[in-house]
């Protein structure tokens, strides 16, 4: 068996690399959406990105390089509070994932251990935008109901609250916005999927 701290520490990388992966998607949507438009397919970001979610480097293989000139509210320091969001939406759902992976003994306390490391990684819930909790999806998920769409709700609460130019109602802005509706929920599925495939292989960690 192996060692249950570097299970644990595993499965949060996993979901960290996931969350870095889909934040840096974002805003390579963001920076082809100025004049590079024409010159790169949109579809080759969501493919890149897709083929390993827990690789935020990936998006190099495209020939770019985030340009902190054309990103511009995405390059700052604030805009790096959307990454500890997408962290946290990521992990408060780790109840699901455990409810999909019947084939594992994996416990209920192990599975908070990993959510107590992507929290030392760093979480924001600015204003309670995320209206989900670990303590919520806990609940819903012994009570064996559906569970909820994952979607970009408070993406798009965060832009128009917190953002400035991105704030703006123009064509690269609504670009961006119907990347994230999409990417959002390509990204969280894939990451489940990932999940329920880690705790089954390893059983009890």
């Given at each position: 068996m192996a060692d249950e701290d570097a299970i644990?520490?595993?499965?949060?990388?996993?979901?960290?690399?996931?969350?870095?992966?889909?934040?840096?998607?974002i805003r390579y949507c963001?920076?082809?959406?100025?004049?590079?438009?024409?010159?790169?397919?949109?579809?080759?970001?969501?493919?890149?990105?897709?083929?390993?979610?827990?690789?935020p480097d990936c998006f190099r293989h495209l020939g770019l390089e985030l340009d902190p000139a054309k990103i511009g509210e995405m390059g700052e320091n604030k805009f790096r509070e959307v990454l500890e969001i997408i962290r946290y939406c990521f992990a408060v759902r780790?109840?699901?994932?455990?409810?999909?992976?019947?084939?594992?003994?994996?416990r209920e306390s192990q599975i908070k251990q990993?959510?107590?490391?992507?929290?030392?990684?760093?979480?924001?819930?600015?204003?309670?935008i995320v209206v989900e909790s670990y303590k919520s999806t806990s609940w819903l998920a012994k009570t064996?109901?559906?569970?909820?769409?994952?979607d970009t709700e408070w993406f798009r609460s965060w832009i128009y609250t917190y953002g400035h130019d991105l704030a703006a109602i123009n064509n690269r802005n609504m670009f961006v916005l119907g990347c994230a509706d999409a990417?959002?929920?390509?990204?969280?599925?894939s990451l489940k999927e990932r999940l329920v495939r880690e705790f089954n292989k390893y059983g009890t960690v």
């Open positions: 644990v520490q595993k499965i949060a990388d996993i979901i960290d690399n996931a969350s870095e992966s889909l934040f840096e998607a963001y920076m082809i959406a100025d004049e590079d438009f024409y010159n790169i397919s949109v579809k080759d970001i969501f493919k890149i990105g897709l083929v390993d979610i827990t690789n780790l109840p699901f994932a455990k409810r999909d992976a019947p084939e594992s003994d994996i990993v959510y107590d490391v992507l929290a030392d990684y760093g979480f924001s819930n600015p204003d309670g064996k109901k559906p569970e909820p769409q994952f990417l959002f929920p390509l990204y969280y599925s």
